[in-house]
């Protein structure tokens, strides 16, 4: 009987794989109804059970804000599970009600990218980056009709800081406060880029041209799924608010209003008996007579506003509102603040890029494109393909670049603090004008860089009637 019992169970096992099976493959919808979790799904926990649990493993052994960091992460592909579910048993939403879906993996996006720029001075400050600069990728549920390339862009925005930390990782001197060891680290930020990785092909396999919804599924608003099973019903909703009070219970009446206005009228009419009822002020109350009861206390001066200019780094709205798009042959980029999803595609050879009072942004150029410049820009990034001509920098404070293909020259001006990070190959001429802490990464094999500083100080000597300079040797 036993044997019986065990062999209906076995039978009804692969009759479960066999429907998985049969909706996985291409032309299917890849949803189901009969409550059992969808294909997507479960490739979606297969993610979160791999690299993802060894990036949340590591960053709390990492501690400190790369373990506050990562429990918010972890928030945020809890809640991309929770509407991955509902998308599987549901139909596509209207547009609005698609919002309001999305809006608790929005609210994690935002506390995310938030908290990396409340802790800029943390010793983890490139960690925590290179997490802020791709946690959008969890946006993919609503791209269209190409997922699976922006999971990639995201993942490529956020190598600009894993590269930092691999490097930082070699560097005894960056990482010497570090309480997890260099190798921890860098399996840290390899775990994090294959969990994208992996989801982008998860995001290919069953999301071709966007996200897959159930057509035969029920109203996705209505729906009370939660990531874990069992999820339990709705919470009911609150209690409606009390009644307004009433406004007039205690006015007075008519007649007592007009009792009291006839009881001014008469006491105005007195005359000059109107004053026998007060009392008299003698000079012991008078305080110009007593200096006793006279205020010690000087009244304080009226704060004036201060009219310095605000300290960098602090929070300004900008001058004028952000401007993005192509103005003949010329990229503009203008007034953006903590933008990181500014991507210009479609470029040509002739079009340049200009980019102006950006702070906290990263612009990423596809193609090939004349020249870049970035002008008073401050803790902005760009990150190109390809130059014609050069990139250049101007007024700025705290900017990066990366060049993945190929750039002629770099021209640095009037800058302080600028990383330069190279793809392979690339050996551009440099050329520097009253800037600072300038450096230059050069990839020497993989996962392997070398950061080399550009001098600022120069010595002179005069040899006949010509000068000799060169970078001064530090002591």
Not at 356 to 378: A, W
Not at 429 to 453: H, L, R
């Amino acid at each position: 009987m036993a044997a019986n019992q065990e062999l209906a169970a076995l039978v009804q096992r692969l009759e479960a794989v066999a429907i998985r099976l049969e909706n996985s493959e291409p032309g299917k919808t890849c949803v189901v109804d009969d409550g059992s979790v969808a294909p997507f799904v479960e490739a979606f926990d297969e993610i979160v059970a791999g690299p993802f649990k060894t990036y949340c493993e590591l960053s709390s052994k990492i501690g400190g804000d790369v373990q506050t960091h990562g429990v918010m992460v972890e928030a945020a592909f809890k809640s991309q599970r929770e509407f991955l579910v509902i998308a599987s048993k549901s139909k596509k939403p209207l547009d609005k009600d698609l919002q309001s879906l999305l809006l608790p993996l929005s609210t994690k996006l935002s506390e995310i990218q938030e908290f990396r720029e409340k802790n800029r001075r943390s010793i983890y400050f490139n960690h925590l980056s290179a997490i802020s600069e791709s946690i959008p990728a969890l946006g993919w549920v609503t791209v269209s009709p190409a997922p699976a390339p922006y999971l990639k862009e995201m993942n490529d925005a956020g190598q600009f800081y894993t590269n930092r930390v691999l490097k930082d990782s070699k560097d005894s001197r960056a990482c010497k406060d570090w309480k997890a060891t260099a190798q921890c680290h860098v399996d840290w930020t390899k775990a994090w880029v294959s969990a994208l990785a992996n989801l982008q092909v998860m995001v290919k396999q069953y999301h071709t041209t966007g996200l897959v919804w159930n057509a035969k599924g029920g109203d996705a608003k209505s729906a009370t799924v939660s990531a874990t099973n069992g999820g339990g019903p709705a919470a009911p909703p609150p209690p409606p608010p009390p009644p307004p009070p009433e406004l007039f219970d205690d006015a007075p009446s008519s007649s007592s209003g007009d009792k009291g206005r006839n009881e001014l009228l008469d006491a105005l009419n007195k005359g000059e008996d109107v004053t026998k009822g007060l009392k008299k002020v003698s000079d012991d109350m008078k305080t110009h007579k007593n200096p006793t009861i006279r205020g010690t206390a000087p009244i304080p001066a009226k704060k004036e506003k201060s009219t310095s200019p605000p300290k960098y780094g602090a929070s300004v709205a900008p001058q004028k509102p952000p401007k993005f798009g192509l103005d003949g042959k010329k990229w503009v980029v203008e007034f953006q603040r903590n933008n990181s999803g500014i991507v210009i595609e479609e470029t040509e050879v002739n079009q340049s890029v200009y980019v102006y009072k950006c702070d906290g942004s990263t612009i990423q150029v596809k193609g090939k494109v004349n020249n870049i410049i970035l002008d008073s820009c401050k803790k902005t990034a760009v990150v190109f393909t390809s130059v014609v001509s050069s990139c250049e920098f101007i007024n700025c404070q705290s900017v990066q670049m990366q060049a993945m293909d190929s750039v002629p020259t770099i021209s640095v001006e009037k800058t302080d603090g600028c990383q330069m990070y190279l793809g392979k190959g690339i050996k551009p001429e440099i050329i520097t004008a009253k800037s600072s802490e300038m450096n230059v990464i050069i990839p020497t094999g993989d996962d392997d860089f070398v950061e080399q500083p550009i001098p600022e100080q120069f010595k002179t000597v005069i040899t006949g009637t010509k000068l000799a300079t060169r970078p001064s040797e530090s002591v």
